[in-house]
């Protein structure tokens, strides 16, 4: 008698990959992670709490050229004790969003080095990152171009393909375009990677 969700989990795994994008939401705690996913889900801001563990969810988001991708989005705690936990969730991932709080200025050091460590990771090389900032609707929310030097963007491997992504996931302001533009550049990647496949 296999109960039900083991099942379920069997029938979703044996489907082709292409089927879903496999993305992890990543960013420390407060930086408005599972309010981006809730917003994507259901279209309207939830108060959360700390995520504990990880929440998933599959969710079908219709792009700008009206084409529906599903992603299938892994958000996972962003406290301190969580965070060595973040690289068993990247293996194999289509790609990272990471999210920053625009207005927290203190942690963003914090941010940058999480940042840093999680797309240096030989898994990770080359996995496409969508950093998303969020809380930009708020008066003192820095410029995308502070938060680009803030996390020393510049300074991530050149295999490391980003975009950088003003957003209000409160009112779900930037979060399509954001997720057009992971979209694209996960495409890319596995374009070149099919090609590399057929040089060898």
């Known amino acids: 008698m296999g109960n039900g969700l083991s099942d379920q989990t069997s029938i979703l ?18 930086a408005g992670k599972t309010t981006v996913l809730y917003r994507l889900q259901f279209n309207e801001f939830v108060n959360t709490v700390p995520t504990k563990g990880f929440n998933t969810e599959k969710i079908k988001v219709t792009l700008g050229n009206s084409k529906t991708v599903t992603f299938h989005f892994w958000d996972v705690g962003g406290q301190e004790k969580l965070r060595p936990l973040w690289k068993s969730y990247t293996r194999c991932t289509d790609g990272i969003v990471f999210v920053v709080d625009s207005v927290d200025v203190e942690r963003m050091e914090e941010a940058k080095t ?9 898994e990770n090389q080359g996995v496409p990152v969508l950093i998303v900032a969020n809380k930009q609707d708020l008066r003192n929310s820095l410029s995308l171009s ?55």
């Open 13 to 30: 795994s044996s489907l082709p990959s292409f089927q879903s994008l496999h993305v992890v939401i990543l960013g420390l705690d407060c």
């Open 114 to 122: 999480e940042l840093h460590k999680i797309t240096r990771i030989s």
């Open 146 to 200: 502070e938060i680009e030097k803030l996390l020393a963007m510049g300074e991530l491997s050149s295999s490391t393909p980003w975009h950088l992504q003003p957003t209000c996931a409160i009112i779900g302001d930037g979060l399509k375009e954001g997720l057009e533009k992971l979209h694209d550049m996960i495409i890319k990647r596995r374009k070149m990677l099919r090609q590399q496949k057929k040089k060898r």
